[in-house]
T-cell receptor
Framework: AQSVTQPDIHITVSEGASLELRCNYSYGATPYLFWYVQSPGQGLQLLLKYFSGDTLVQGIKGFEAEFKRSQSSFNLRKPSVHWSDAAEYFCAVGGSGTYKYIFGTGTRLKVLA | GAVVSQHPSWVICKSGTSVKIECRSLDFQATTMFWYRQFPKQSLMLMATSNEGSKATYEQGVEKDKFLINHASLTLSTLTVTSAHPEDSSFYIC????????????????FGPGTRLTVL
């Protein structure tokens, strides 16, 4: 079955600390992978995406993610978190044969001052 | 480029009335659009796939007669919530796909900002 798992429902970090949000997927074809951020009451903003090539992907706002095929993972990282990064983060997977995405359940990030 | 808008951004209506939400691709032609529903503190739930000039394909459990989708042009899809009830209150998000959009992957969705529906 195709699925996306974000194991951490909530994560709390201190401002300036490093961050890693986990995303694991199960997908029958070559995956296209996405990370989105959503602030309360807002739509989705694309942070970064992976289709092919270099497995370390740089995104906006200082985020990066690494695609690890052997682990079926696409974890999101940021070396130093800012208070404005507090939001909900969604991982999604799509594929070459479909326009549809499968979304993870999301991780809510809280940043302590 | 690849901007998707939604109108209205929020709407309040009385129970029993119908509400129409528009989704527009502003700078590209969208052959396919998706409609999602999001409950508070939950992920996006795909409701239906809308293809220009054809009937929408609804996900299992989504009432077709309740959520009417029309994709009459390559830049506009509408979602009409008919006879709305308080349980229809939610955040509705659309997305659009355009194969062949210059510089963009074939399969990437572009999301609108969402519409908050409150049914009293």
């Amino acid at each position: 079955a195709q699925s996306v798992t974000q194991p951490d429902i909530h994560i709390t970090v201190s401002e300036g600390a490093s961050l890693e949000l986990r995303c694991n997927y199960s997908y029958g074809a070559t995956p296209y992978l996405f990370w989105y951020v959503q602030s309360p009451g807002q739509g989705l903003q694309l942070l970064l995406k992976y289709f092919s090539g270099d497995t370390l992907v740089q995104g906006i706002k200082g985020f990066e993610a690494e695609f690890k095929r052997s682990q079926s993972s696409f974890n999101l990282r940021k070396p130093s978190v800012h208070w404005s990064d507090a939001a909900e983060y969604f991982c999604a997977v799509g594929g070459s044969g479909t326009y549809k995405y499968i979304f993870g359940t999301g991780t809510r990030l809280k940043v302590l001052a | 480029g690849a901007v998707v808008s939604q109108h209205p951004s929020w709407v309040i209506c009385k129970s029993g009335t119908s509400v129409k939400i528009e989704c527009r691709s502003l700078d590209f032609q969208a052959t396919t659009m998706f409609w999602y529903r999001q409950f508070p503190k939950q992920s996006l739930m795909l409701m239906a796939t809308s293809n220009e000039g054809s009937k929408a394909t609804y996900e299992q459990g989504v009432e077709k007669d309740k959520f009417l989708i029309n994709h009459a042009s390559l830049t506009l899809s509408t979602l009409t919530v008919t006879s709305a009830h308080p349980e229809d209150s939610s955040f509705y998000i659309c997305s659009a796909v355009s194969p062949g959009l210059a510089g963009v992957s074939y399969n990437e969705q572009f999301f609108g900002p969402g519409t908050r529906l409150t049914v009293l």
